[in-house]
């Protein structure tokens, strides 16, 4: 192969690869964020989180020196991908934080979500003595191989939490 034949055929191959936009967008708890087919709020927290008195397992408790907070969350997609408490992730003032999976703490937990809408709460776990500060959400789709396929989305949004919230 000639080089300069050489040089753009990977130029070529390097740009197909890095066709996938990234959409970053942030907003207050209770704002819909949105990026191509997907729609995601955190719609409340919940600083009082019920643990259940027959937590045999733990998988409901905050570890030692930790405590829980709930997000209420809701994610509609048109992607087919599963959406699941795995995309979601939290900041604290302490730095340390994550979501608790699995968890039992509400009835109405949000669990997974391919094609649609679903709302629940996903429960998290920050130290004692600290605030969430964010409550984070990434989601990719490269979309298919098949022609005219235009799903491609990656999502980066954050929801700053205020004292009030």
Same mark, same amino acid.
């Given at each position: ?32 964020l949105t990026a191509k087919g997907l729609k995601v709020t955190?719609? +409340? ?7 259940? #008195?027959?937590?045999?397992?733990? $998988?409901?408790? /905050? =570890? ?44 109405? +937990? ?7 809408? #679903?709302?629940?709460?996903?429960? $998290?776990?920050? /130290? =004692? ?37």
């Amino acid at each position: 192969m000639r080089p300069a034949l050489a040089l753009t055929t990977a130029v070529l191959a390097l740009a197909g690869c890095a066709g996938l936009g990234v959409t970053e967008k942030s907003g207050s708890i209770g704002d819909e964020l949105t990026a191509k087919g997907l729609k995601v709020t955190v719609k +409340r927290l919940d600083r009082h989180v019920p643990v259940p #008195e027959s937590d045999l397992s733990g $998988l409901s408790s /905050p =570890r030692a020196g930790h405590r829980l907070v709930g997000a209420r969350v809701r994610v509609c997609s048109d992607h087919g991908q599963a959406i699941g408490t795995y995309d979601f992730g939290v900041e604290s003032s302490a730095g340390e934080a994550r979501v608790k999976f699995p968890a039992l703490n509400y009835d109405d +937990r949000f669990e997974s979500v391919r094609d649609g809408c #679903e709302a629940g709460w996903l429960v $998290l776990e920050i /130290p =004692r003595d600290s605030n969430v500060t964010t409550v984070t959400f990434r989601f990719e789709d490269t979309g298919s191989n098949q022609p005219g396929d235009n799903s491609d989305v990656d999502a980066r949004f954050s929801w700053k939490v205020s004292a009030e919230d």
